[in-house]
Every structure is written in structure tokens, then in C-alpha cells.
């Protein structure tokens, strides 16, 4: 797992991807954190935090669409799968390697922090909840990307199905308008990934959030070794 | 050392490699011959575990692919058909990555150093893959499966798209590996296969057509000889005395030469010995014989004769990766 995650993360920082995605992801961030924060007199970034999901459902697809896909396509998957090492091994080296990528986008709002901290006292318990919110639903969308990588050998497939199912999570609560039938509205309500966030932005640290997130990341991780297991026995 | 048993793979109702069973014992070079799309990529990628077979077994050093993956993984250096490359990465990066990927032990420095020496591509340890020739990527495709120097090596055709130099080149290393390696490689050239193994396993249609020592193969194969002669004399009187012969199977008129002399190819039960038998016939009826020549089947006859069911069929589907 050692040698895939290494070898992730020097492929986005050797390449052009983990800059391009950093300063997208720094420059939003920071055009919120100003409109909202230093314009609008608030001490509070919840709104910088809430509004950075539409951001991040664009950023992340591009992390992770060249995760399976691409070695599919140079059939370098060829050296992962034959070498001493299980298929869980390979997995979470690369969905770790995406997600550390995605983490160091995100410690950009403890600077954000700091900065409001010469101002007045921010309440550092929001900041930081709020904060792990954000890394569990990164680690959320990055493993549903992965598994998008693993379903194709396009990247750009890969990178635009996971933009699109990105909107379709961010826009669950406006199509659940909608329908009329209640047990779908209620199954819709269940899985509606922006109410689990915005209880995180609020400072609500929920089990039931957390452990929501850390479920969705695992299934999807599950998944993905599947569909790879399953392509050899094909 | 590697012991294949009852192989089959199908892709859907395709039947991409039947019921494939064989040896290779340790320190042989065995060669994998077949037209394309016979099944040696897919025979290839059974054995090294990219993908799992239909049914059949795959016992590497008393392991088993399917039941033990990690260790009999790990006695495994496997060359693709197409070399699984990061090409954004410098020859020696990608060395430490594939070290570290296949949890080798050794000291890591001295033996990717060594590896690079045995391929020769010291010199392109810090360019960029991207950046080289296919003859180097190739090397550097092989650098990766000797990392850790597993006892097997599956190397599917190493030589395809390199200029002759780098094909001599290439063998001779895979012969040099032989010594230390048990090694597998696949081909559809001949001489190549022929120049290199011990052994070699013809593979057509997925099925083994043939199984034999190199020097052995076309005799065993063929169970007949071939004597080439160029005689004078009325080609009909010249097939009938021939035919007379108790071990001739099959007299054909190759071609004329000049008026009056002919070349005739005479297939004869390899158990006898018929040279003399020719002469005295065509002494007896006046023909002088002017050239004779005895020998084997070619390889190349060989390969034809083995998998023209291929060609005449025309019902495969096209390779199979």
C-alpha cells in the first residue's frame, strides 16, 4: 500500500493536477472566505464551508479520474495486479493518495482560521468540526470518484459521470420536491449527503454524520475492489 | 518449478484457452509459440494471476495462484505484451516504485543498480520513460520483472517492435536469465524460439499442438523425412520406381529444373533409411540422380503444417488480450 500511495502522490505533484486542483480549490475558497468573512464582517466560516461543496464536487472528480482509468488504459494495472500485493492494498493506496491530495486543499480554512484569529477570537470547536466535515465528506466523494474511475478506461468519462453524480447528490433535497411517493422522499432524505454537511458547518459533531460518511467511503472502496476482482473473472 | 494443469479460460462462449496442461522444470527456458491470437497472452495472464482461469490449476513452486496469490506472486516477474509503464516517471523512480510495490528484501539500492546493469540502461536511470525508445522501454520492461530476481520469469513476446540489434540483444540476455530463472516466453517468431529455448510448447487455437525439445520437435512432430532430389529422366518412370520403395509415404514433383530434369520431394517413414534404395532404383532404370539432399522438416513447415486448422477454419475470432 506504501509504494501505490507514494507513487500517487508523486504522479499529482510530478504532474500539472495537484496544482491546477490546489489553486481552483484556493482561489473559490478564498473569493468566499472574502465576500463573506472580511466583506461581510463574519466571524464564522460556516458559509465559506457550505458553499465550498459545489467547489469540491468539481475538484474531486478531477483528483480521482485518472485513479483506475488511466491504468487501465496504459495497462499498467498489469504490474499492480500481478505483484504480491492484495487488491484491498492497491485500493486504498489509491483512494489514500487522492484523499491526502484533497486534505491539503482543505487546510487552506485553517489559514482562514488564523487570519480571523487577528481580528477577534474565532470559535475554534465550529472551525474544527466543521473542518472534519469536510475531510469526511471528501473522503465520501473520493471513494464514489474511485469507483467511477474503476467503471471506465476514459478519464474524462471518469472525471465528467463524477461531476454529474457530484450534482445530482448536491441537488437530491430539490428533486425530492418533486416526488410524491413518501418512501422514496424518505430513502432520498436518508442518503441526502448536503443535510449530514451542513449539521458539520453548523458545529453539530453527530455520530450519526460521522459514521454516515465513513460508511459511504467504505461501501464504495468495497465496491471497487469488487469490480476489480470481478474483471478477472470475466 | 511451474506446473500447469487443465487450463481453460473462456471469454463468454468463447473458448480463448482449452484444457492446457504442461511443466516447465527450474532453470528451463520454455518457448511459447503460436500465431496471434492462439491464447499465449491469455495462457500468460493465468498463470501470473492477472486473470483468474475458467478452470485449471497454476502451481508455481508448490503455491497456488488462486489459493495463495501474495506468495506465488511474489516468485513471479512478469514483461506484458505491453510493458506496464509509468512514462511520466525516471527509470529509476519507477524501479523504486516497483521495489517497493513488490516488497522485495533485498538492499535496494545496489540490486535496482544491478538490474539496471544486467539490461543495460544505467545510463537512462534518470530520464524520463516518456522520453525513451521502444527498445529501452522494453528493457525497462523487463528491469521491472527482474526486480527482486523471482525465480519465474513470463515474458509475453519481449521482442515485438525492436530493430534486429535489439532482438539479438534481448535473446541473448533471455538466455543469460535462463541460467538463474526458470523462464517463459512467448513468440509467434520462430527462429526466434527456436535460437533461444530448450523447449518449446506449440499453442494454437488454445490447445497445445505440440510439446517437445527444440532439436527434437520437427521429427517428433512431422514422424515422417524428407529427401530432396534433382533426377533426370521421364518424371512418370522416375514416381513409379519410387514408389516402389516399401517406406515411401508420398512422392510429389517439386518442380522442373530444365527440360528432362526435375526436382522431386520424397516423404519417407523416418524409421528407414532410403537413400540407398533411391540410388539402386534409379540406377536400374537409367536415371541418373544429380542432386540429393536428406533432412527434416523446417520449423517453419512445422509451424504451418501444426496450425493451419487456423487458417482453413478462419472461424477464430481475432487475438485475444
Given at each position: 500500500?506504501?509504494?501505490?500511495?507514494?507513487?500517487?502522490?508523486?504522479?499529482?505533484?510530478?504532474?500539472?493536477?495537484?496544482?491546477?486542483?490546489?489553486?481552483?480549490?484556493?482561489?473559490?475558497?478564498?473569493?468566499?472566505?472574502?465576500?463573506?468573512?472580511?466583506?461581510?464582517?463574519?466571524?464564522?466560516?460556516s458559509?465559506?464551508?457550505?458553499?465550498?461543496?459545489?467547489?469540491i464536487?468539481?475538484?474531486?472528480?478531477?483528483?480521482?479520474?485518472?485513479?483506475?482509468?488511466?491504468?487501465?488504459?496504459?495497462?499498467?494495472?498489469?504490474?499492480?495486479?500481478?505483484?504480491?500485493?492484495?487488491?484491498?492494498?492497491?485500493?486504498?493506496g489509491?483512494?489514500?493518495?487522492?484523499?491526502?491530495?484533497?486534505?491539503?486543499?482543505?487546510?487552506?480554512?485553517?489559514?482562514?482560521?488564523?487570519?480571523?484569529?487577528?481580528?477577534?477570537?474565532p470559535?475554534?470547536?465550529?472551525?474544527?468540526?466543521?473542518?472534519l466535515?469536510i475531510?469526511?465528506?471528501?473522503?465520501?466523494?473520493?471513494?464514489?470518484n474511485?469507483?467511477?474511475?474503476?467503471?471506465?478506461?476514459?478519464?474524462?468519462?471518469?472525471?465528467v459521470?463524477?461531476m454529474?453524480?457530484?450534482?445530482?447528490?448536491?441537488?437530491?433535497?430539490?428533486?425530492?420536491?418533486?416526488?410524491?411517493?413518501?418512501w422514496?422522499?424518505?430513502?432520498?432524505?436518508?442518503?441526502?449527503?448536503?443535510?449530514?454537511?451542513?449539521?458539520?458547518?453548523y458545529?453539530?459533531?453527530?455520530?450519526t454524520?460521522?459514521?454516515f460518511?465513513?460508511?459511504?467511503?467504505?461501501?464504495?472502496?468495497?465496491?471497487?475492489?469488487?469490480?476489480?476482482?470481478?474483471?478477472?473473472?470475466? | 518449478?511451474?506446473e500447469?494443469?487443465?487450463?481453460?479460460?473462456?471469454?463468454?462462449?468463447?473458448?480463448?484457452?482449452d484444457d492446457?496442461?504442461?511443466?516447465?522444470?527450474?532453470?528451463?527456458?520454455?518457448?511459447?509459440l503460436?500465431?496471434?491470437?492462439?491464447g499465449?497472452?491469455?495462457?500468460?495472464?493465468?498463470?501470473?494471476?492477472?486473470?483468474?482461469?475458467?478452470?485449471?490449476?497454476v502451481?508455481?513452486?508448490?503455491?497456488?495462484?488462486?489459493?495463495?496469490p501474495?506468495?506465488?506472486?511474489?516468485?513471479?516477474?512478469?514483461?506484458?505484451?505491453?510493458?506496464?509503464?509509468?512514462?511520466?516517471?525516471?527509470?529509476?523512480?519507477?524501479?523504486?516504485?516497483?521495489?517497493?510495490?513488490?516488497?522485495?528484501?533485498?538492499?535496494?539500492?545496489?540490486?535496482?543498480?544491478?538490474?539496471m546493469?544486467?539490461?543495460?540502461?544505467?545510463?537512462?536511470?534518470d530520464?524520463?520513460?516518456?522520453?525513451?525508445?521502444?527498445?529501452?522501454?522494453q528493457?525497462?520492461?523487463?528491469?521491472?520483472?527482474?526486480?527482486?530476481?523471482?525465480?519465474?520469469l513470463?515474458?509475453?513476446?519481449?521482442?515485438?517492435?525492436l530493430?534486429?540489434?535489439?532482438?539479438?540483444?534481448i535473446?541473448?540476455?533471455?538466455?543469460?536469465?535462463g541460467?538463474?530463472?526458470?523462464?517463459?516466453?512467448?513468440s509467434?517468431?520462430?527462429?526466434?524460439?527456436?535460437?533461444?529455448?530448450?523447449?518449446?510448447?506449440?499453442?494454437?487455437?488454445?490447445?497445445?499442438?505440440?510439446?517437445?525439445?527444440?532439436?527434437?520437435?520437427?521429427?517428433?512432430?512431422?514422424?515422417?523425412?524428407?529427401?530432396?532430389?534433382?533426377?533426370?529422366?521421364?518424371?512418370s518412370?522416375?514416381?513409379?520406381?519410387?514408389?516402389?520403395?516399401?517406406?515411401?509415404?508420398?512422392?510429389?514433383?517439386?518442380?522442373?529444373?530444365?527440360?528432362?530434369?526435375?526436382?522431386?520431394?520424397?516423404?519417407?517413414?523416418?524409421?528407414?533409411?532410403?537413400?540407398?534404395?533411391?540410388?539402386n532404383?534409379?540406377?536400374?532404370?537409367?536415371?541418373?540422380?544429380?542432386?540429393?539432399?536428406s533432412?527434416n522438416?523446417?520449423?517453419?513447415?512445422?509451424?504451418?503444417?501444426?496450425?493451419?486448422?487456423?487458417?482453413?477454419?478462419?472461424?477464430?475470432?481475432?487475438?485475444?488480450?
Amino acid at each position: 500500500m506504501g509504494a501505490i500511495l507514494k507513487r500517487e502522490l508523486s504522479a499529482y505533484f510530478n504532474s500539472a493536477i495537484a496544482y491546477v486542483v490546489m489553486a481552483v480549490y484556493f482561489f473559490f475558497s478564498g473569493y468566499f472566505f472574502y465576500a463573506i468573512c472580511i466583506e461581510g464582517n463574519m466571524s464564522s466560516l460556516s458559509y465559506v464551508y457550505s458553499n465550498m461543496f459545489v467547489i469540491i464536487l468539481f475538484v474531486n472528480p478531477i483528483i480521482t479520474m485518472k485513479t483506475f482509468a488511466e491504468e487501465k488504459r496504459q495497462k499498467t494495472d498489469q504490474a499492480l495486479l500481478t505483484a504480491p500485493a492484495s487488491l484491498t492494498e492497491i485500493v486504498l493506496g489509491k483512494f489514500l493518495g487522492a484523499f491526502i491530495l484533497f486534505a491539503i486543499c482543505c487546510c487552506i480554512f485553517l489559514v482562514y482560521a488564523l487570519v480571523i484569529s487577528f481580528f477577534t477570537t474565532p470559535d475554534w470547536a465550529v472551525i474544527l468540526c466543521t473542518f472534519l466535515g469536510i475531510l469526511l465528506l471528501g473522503a465520501a466523494l473520493t471513494a464514489i470518484n474511485v469507483f467511477i474511475s474503476v467503471l471506465t478506461e476514459s478519464v474524462i468519462i471518469a472525471a465528467v459521470a463524477g461531476m454529474g453524480i457530484g450534482l445530482l447528490i448536491y441537488m437530491m433535497n430539490t428533486f425530492s420536491n418533486y416526488i410524491s411517493i413518501n418512501w422514496i422522499n424518505e430513502i432520498l432524505g436518508k442518503i441526502d449527503f448536503v443535510n449530514y454537511y451542513t449539521n458539520f458547518t453548523y458545529g453539530l459533531l453527530n455520530i450519526t454524520d460521522i459514521v454516515f460518511f465513513l460508511s459511504v467511503t467504505g461501501l464504495f472502496l468495497f465496491f471497487t475492489v469488487r469490480v476489480l476482482e470481478k474483471r478477472r473473472w470475466s | 518449478m511451474v506446473e500447469v494443469k487443465n487450463l481453460t479460460k473462456y471469454y463468454g462462449d468463447i473458448k480463448a484457452v482449452d484444457d492446457i496442461s504442461f511443466t516447465v522444470e527450474t532453470g528451463e527456458v520454455l518457448g511459447f509459440l503460436g500465431p496471434n491470437g492462439a491464447g499465449k497472452s491469455t495462457t500468460m495472464n493465468m498463470i501470473t494471476g492477472y486473470i483468474s482461469s475458467t478452470s485449471g490449476t497454476v502451481t508455481i513452486d508448490g503455491s497456488e495462484i488462486l489459493e495463495d496469490p501474495k506468495k506465488t506472486k511474489a516468485k513471479i516477474g512478469y514483461l506484458p505484451e505491453i510493458p506496464p509503464l509509468y512514462i511520466d516517471m525516471t527509470v529509476r523512480k519507477y524501479l523504486e516504485f516497483v521495489f517497493d510495490l513488490k516488497k522485495v528484501k533485498l538492499p535496494e539500492k545496489e540490486h535496482i543498480d544491478e538490474v539496471m546493469r544486467l539490461v543495460r540502461i544505467t545510463e537512462q536511470a534518470d530520464r524520463i520513460i516518456k522520453n525513451l525508445s521502444k527498445g529501452y522501454r522494453q528493457r525497462v520492461g523487463l528491469a521491472q520483472a527482474l526486480i527482486g530476481n523471482p525465480p519465474v520469469l513470463i515474458l509475453d513476446e519481449p521482442t515485438v517492435g525492436l530493430d534486429p540489434n535489439q532482438i539479438i540483444e534481448i535473446r541473448k540476455l533471455i538466455k543469460s536469465l535462463g541460467k538463474r530463472h526458470t523462464v517463459i516466453f512467448s513468440s509467434h517468431v520462430l527462429s526466434e524460439i527456436s535460437a533461444t529455448c530448450d523447449r518449446i510448447i506449440v499453442i494454437s487455437n488454445g490447445k497445445i499442438v505440440a510439446d517437445a525439445k527444440t532439436d527434437e520437435l520437427s521429427t517428433a512432430v512431422s514422424g515422417e523425412q524428407k529427401l530432396a532430389l534433382e533426377i533426370e529422366g521421364i518424371s512418370s518412370n522416375v514416381i513409379a520406381a519410387i514408389k516402389k520403395i516399401p517406406a515411401v509415404i508420398r512422392v510429389s514433383n517439386y518442380h522442373d529444373v530444365r527440360e528432362g530434369v526435375a526436382k522431386y520431394v520424397v516423404e519417407y517413414d523416418k524409421s528407414a533409411d532410403i537413400r540407398r534404395d533411391v540410388f539402386n532404383a534409379m540406377s536400374r532404370i537409367g536415371c541418373p540422380i544429380l542432386d540429393m539432399q536428406s533432412g527434416n522438416e523446417t520449423l517453419e513447415d512445422m509451424f504451418l503444417k501444426l496450425t493451419a486448422a487456423d487458417q482453413t477454419n478462419g472461424s477464430r475470432k481475432g487475438g485475444v488480450k
